[in-house]
T-cell receptor, first 112, second 113 residues
């Protein structure tokens, strides 16, 4: 039972444009969300997080938006750069536990 | 600080065999979590160890087990390997709570023939 879903397996964007990666979750107990980026042959690296008390968090070119009523979060990358090409995973954690549930990932390709 | 290291990086086994994977967390980190990554399934949580105790467990059969040593290094064992166990096994460490940012190792690619 996939509690965190990334319904777009892949996304292609032109360099300089905005990349929007989406993530949906089903468990209303989730209150902490993260995005990770993964290059081939490397482990995921932490990108940005957001807790349920906020609806937006920014870090440089990366912004995460959380819509609790829709159980949806998105990652915006502006402007997109070729080095952003990677697989992006969203993850969520419930307030009752210490584990993270990951989505299946979205492969982003930024075209120069 | 050195990052999370995992050994071996690649492993080939046959069905029915058992395998042990090793993870050394970032110095000072006490929480180690293990994940299985397969195409189409994303990262599936296996278990988390904290101060030598299993604190959380995912929905995997008992063939998957782990342990953590006093220096926080962790091992994961899979017995009676099945073809479906072929995957990338990732470990991640965090300083205290596993809700802290997790730092991942490069993974061990296990192939079961």
């Amino acid at each position: 039972d996939q509690q965190v879903k990334q319904n777009s397996p892949s996304l292609s964007v032109q360099e300089g444009r905005i990349s929007i990666l989406n993530c949906d979750y089903t468990n209303s107990m989730f209150d902490y969300f993260l995005w990770y980026k993964k290059y081939p042959a490397e482990g995921p690296t932490f990108l940005i997080s957001i807790s349920s008390i906020k609806d937006k968090n920014e870090d440089g070119r990366f912004t995460v938006f959380l819509n609790k009523s829709a159980k949806h979060l998105s990652l915006h990358i502006v402007p997109s750069q070729p080095g952003d090409s990677a697989v992006y995973f969203c993850a969520a954690s419930p307030n009752t536990g210490n584990q993270f549930y990951f989505g299946t990932g979205t492969s982003l390709t930024v075209i120069p | 600080k050195a990052g999370v290291t995992q050994t071996p990086r690649y492993l080939i086994k046959t069905r029915g065999q058992q395998v042990t994977l090793s993870c050394s967390p970032i110095s000072g980190h006490r929480s180690v979590s293990w994940y299985q990554q397969t195409p189409g399934q994303g990262l599936q949580f296996l278990f988390e160890y904290f101060s030598e105790t299993q604190r959380n467990k995912g929905n995997f059969p008992g063939r998957f087990s782990g342990r953590q040593f006093s220096n926080s290094r962790s091992e994961m064992n899979v017995s009676t390997l099945e073809l479906g166990d072929s995957a990338l096994y990732l470990c991640a460490s965090s300083s205290d709570s596993s809700r802290d940012t997790q730092y991942f190792g490069p993974g061990t690619r296990l192939t079961v023939l």
